[in-house]
């Protein structure tokens, strides 16, 4: 299973949005809507953002929203802020009962 | 509270096998599959494979089959990930996160695998 295809980094000025894609098949994110969102700052875990496309758990600014059309998510923040710099990964769950994360996109809030 | 709480750092040889652990707590350890995920430096999250809380069935990467396997104890809300025959680019943080369908919302600290020789 390839990786989903993100691009490897965005930036974006305080209070500017910024869209992250993330790009997969019919066999994972065409079909499916357990795509996932997280957020990775240097040396931590993962912390979701964004479940099943578009869902914000709770305690997630709703700055973060997410999206999906055809075989494509996108991830956007909205009023950016010094405090989103970070790593954001994509994921999906796949047709063969597995799952498959994105290459990983850094944003730089300039 | 939920929790996962991962062993401790490792260095091993190349060609040993490590075995990683995941203890939960704050919640039905059978009532959720727990993933293991792995980030080598600088590089991106890669899935390794999941047990499921239920029955304990297993589904793993292709890129790790037959060198992965994870198990659980169920009696210690326990769950175990060893990977074997070690090769410098296993060199990576390992993580165990908690499947709730939709997303991962809980995850463990990580616990940094070296493979040097």
């Known amino acids: 299973q390839s990786a989903l295809t993100q691009p490897p980094s965005v930036s974006g000025s305080p209070g500017q949005s910024v869209t992250i894609s993330c790009t997969g098949a019919s066999s994972d994110v065409g079909n499916y809507n357990r795509v996932s969102w997280y957020q990775q700052p240097p040396g931590t875990a993962p912390k979701l953002m964004i479940s099943?496309?578009?869902n914000r758990p709770s305690g997630v600014p709703d700055r973060f929203s997410g999206s999906k059309s055809g075989n494509t998510a996108s991830l956007t923040i909205s009023g950016l802020q010094a405090e989103d710099e970070a790593d954001y990964y994509c994921s999906s769950y796949t047709s063969s009962s597995t799952l498959v994360f994105g290459g990983g996109t850094k944003l730089t809030v300039l | 509270q939920v929790q996962l709480v991962q062993s401790g750092a490792e260095v091993k040889k190349p060609g040993a096998s490590v075995k990683v652990s995941c203890k939960a707590s704050?919640?039905?350890?059978?009532?959720?599959?727990m993933h293991w995920v792995r980030q080598a430096p600088g590089q991106r999250l890669e899935w390794m494979g999941w047990?499921?809380?239920?029955?304990?069935?297993?589904k793993y990467s292709q890129k790790f089959q037959g060198r992965v396997t994870i198990t659980r104890d169920t009696s210690a809300s326990t769950a175990f990930m060893e990977l074997s025959s070690l090769r410098s680019e296993d060199t990576a943080v390992y993580y165990c996160?908690?499947?709730?369908?939709?997303?991962?919302?809980?995850w463990g600290q990580g616990t940094l695998v070296t493979v040097t020789s």
């Open positions: 996160a908690r499947d709730e369908y939709s997303g991962f919302h809980y």
């Open positions: 099943e496309v578009s």
């Open positions: 047990i499921a809380g239920g029955d304990g069935n297993t």
């Open positions: 704050g919640y039905k350890f059978t009532g959720y599959t």
